[in-house]
């Protein structure tokens, strides 16, 4: 990295190093006089005249060891601004908790977290950046080493009630407060087929245990583990070894959306300081867009990682540009992201309720100048790099449209599990008209739908019916309702390939009658594309 820092530079690099020295905030220690530009009502421009003989300054952050905030805490980045007088202190405090409390006691100026995290911890600060979220990086892993007929989520009733027969109870391991936790909230709030409660919940320290613990043989210990969520460079290594990879974060793309956030007296008291703190981390996301190498270089020395590890971290890993970012805050995207998740949180008796005003959470007014200046950068290498520009107009990302599938394609593709349909999708009596429940039911489900990349996820809807009358209209009357959900889903926005499927009474829930009404049914059944 070149020496040389023209003085533009000079504050914004300042500003990513902060100013806390001995756990205690110096941004309200030090007076306009002695620093020119720090003052509240003065001009930020002013503040580059700051002289670089001074003791160094810091501004500390707190996170973990995820790759994702490996650009907070890189050496090289580290040393050009020690060498304009400033110092970056990221610190470790895995404790997310703990995270929260030290912002809000004054001990920090920022923290980096996941947004479900944010919203369970509930920091005094905003979200002022979005930093990254996870395409693949985290993922349900199945034991199908162990158990070879784990091959998605409907098959693990079976599996839970064999292990309860014999007085077991399976296990499924993942690191606490961490995105695997999350996803495995996930799990149970939207498929009918998981329960937490079925199991046994071994919460480690690191992906690396439950992983361990995932490859243990059978009866090894206490409690056989059938299910871990990991992330990478792990998920890469089950998939090499044959487990099965059952719904991971490319599926969902938003689940997991790691966050920048400032405490309120940062924002209050500097406004200008925290504009140049993420005008020079965006231009640093930008540098690494062009040139995907050098951050993939910065990865592997901040983990310790081989290439080959740094490269699954990478691809599992999306960053926001500033102007995505600043369309995430703007266009409603983020408040609907918060929604989802405080939903999912709610369910899981995490929150006690959703937040009833989410853009009172987050900010985007201190986005403005680094997303005008990825603007000024999309101009310039539109005409010679139009795919580096949509990079960093978040466009590649956003371009997710399902692929053209034949019916057959989709009814064979492996099953993840199926959607909890919270609610009836009622029709009249041997009728394939919704009712007005069902089309409320519905309206539920594709917003539920609609959170699933098109890319990797298609959906089968299945209609099922009671014994009553003849197979042949059962079998017409079940397709007919089937395709009916499925017109009204697409009317709904939902764009993934979706195909119609009628079981008439073919396939009656276990344990109860064939003529009973309970069995008339529609499943909504994720399955994943290859």
């Given amino acids: 990295m070149s020496k040389r820092i023209d003085p533009a530079l000079a504050l914004t690099l300042l500003i990513t190093t902060g100013l806390i020295v001995g756990g205690i905030s110096l941004l309200s220690r030090f007076t306009p006089e002695l620093m020119p530009g720090l003052g509240v009502q003065s001009n930020p421009a002013d503040s580059k005249r700051w002289n670089s003989d001074r003791s160094l300054a810091q501004l500390t952050i707190l996170g973990d060891t995820f790759s994702g905030y490996s650009t907070f805490r890189y050496g090289p980045f580290q040393d050009a601004l020690k060498e304009i007088g400033l110092a970056l202190s990221y610190e470790d405090e895995f404790d997310q908790a703990a995270r929260a409390e030290r912002l809000n006691r004054g001990e920090t100026d920022l923290i980096v977290t996941t947004l479900d995290q944010f919203l369970q911890q509930q920091p005094q600060g905003q979200i002022v950046g979005l930093i990254d979220r996870t395409v693949g990086a985290d993922a349900v892993v199945l034991n199908t080493k162990q158990y070879p007929n784990l091959k998605s989520l409907l098959d693990l ?3 839970v009630q064999q292990a309860r027969s014999q007085g077991k109870r399976l296990g499924i391991a993942f690191a606490g407060d961490t995105p695997s936790e999350y996803l495995s909230l996930v799990l149970d709030t939207k498929f009918e087929a998981f329960n937490l409660s079925d199991f046994e919940v071994i919460r480690v320290a ?77 231009r640093r996301i930008d540098a690494n867009m062009r040139d995907s190498a050098q951050l993939q270089a910065q990865i592997a020395e901040d983990g310790e990682l081989s290439p080959t590890d740094a490269a699954s971290v990478l691809q599992g890993i999306e960053f926001f540009t500033a102007i995505e970012a600043q ?37 985007s007014e201190f986005i403005t100048r680094a997303a005008n200046n990825t603007q000024t950068l999309i101009e310039l290498v539109r005409a010679d790099n139009p795919e580096l ?94 395709q009916v959900v499925v017109n009204y889903l697409r009317n709904q926005g939902v764009q993934h390939s979706i195909v119609a499927e009628g079981k008439g009474f073919s396939e009656p829930l276990p344990g109860i009658a064939a003529t009973d009404a309970r069995n008339q049914r529609t499943e909504i059944r994720l399955v994943r594309l290859n």
């Fill in 157 to 159: 009733n079976q599996l």
């Fill in 389 to 482: 520009a949509d990079r960093l107009a978040g466009q590649e990302s956003a371009a997710r449209v399902a692929n053209a599938l034949e019916n057959s394609q989709i009814q064979a593709a492996p099953d993840i599990g199926n959607l909890e349909v919270k609610g009836d999708v009622g029709f009249g009596v041997s009728s394939a008209q919704l009712t007005a429940t069902g089309q409320q039911t519905l309206n539920q489900l594709a917003q539920e739908i609609q959170e699933f990349n098109t890319q990797t996820v298609a959906v089968r809807v299945i209609g099922h019916t009671s014994q009553t009358g003849t197979a042949s209209l059962n079998q017409a009357l079940s397709q007919q309702r089937a």
């Fill in 206 to 282: 690191d992906a690396s245990e439950a992983w361990e613990l995932l490859q243990a043989p059978a009866g090894s210990s206490d409690v056989d583990v059938a299910i871990a969520v990991i992330w990478e460079p792990y998920v890469t290594q089950a998939r090499q070894q044959g487990y099965t990879v059952v719904l991971s974060s490319q599926d969902a793309p938003g689940a997991i959306v790691d966050v920048l956030v400032a405490s309120e007296r940062l924002i209050q008291s500097q406004p200008g300081l925290l504009s140049e703190l993420l005008e020079a981390y965006y």
């Fill in 327 to 363: 369309a995430w805050f703007n266009d409603g995207i983020l408040e609907r992201r918060i929604g989802s998740t405080a939903a999912v949180l709610t369910l899981a008796g995490r929150l006690t309720e959703v937040p009833q005003n989410p853009t009172a959470l987050f900010s």
